[in-house]
């Protein structure tokens, strides 16, 4: 319950839930579960990561609006891996 201010991390084996704004780095399913996701009320992030797949936020990754609460998930395709993100709300 709170923002991830930069510089600053949260790890997790399962899903992460921010209800604030996450501009630090969030790595979920540490333990190698590929089925967690990352959800933040306001999307600013320097890095996601979810299992051992890492996205740098430095641009805006396709289907983000920054400051917009945001999911993002693991896809596997052509048994390629990509991270998918999401966001929702008005304007989305």
Known sequence: M??????AEVLADGDIHIYGSLRGRAMAGRDGNA???VFA???EAELV?????FALCEDNP???QEFRPT???LEAEEGKVELRFKSFGPGA
Request: a negative charge; aromatic letters at 8%; one cysteine or more.
């Open 2 to 7: 709170g923002s991830v201010n930069s510089g």
């Open 71 to 73: 999911m993002v998930w």
């Open 41 to 43: 009320s306001q999307f």
């Open 35 to 37: 089925d967690c996701k």
């Open 49 to 53: 990561g979810i299992a051992n797949a």
């Open 62 to 64: 396709e289907g983000v």
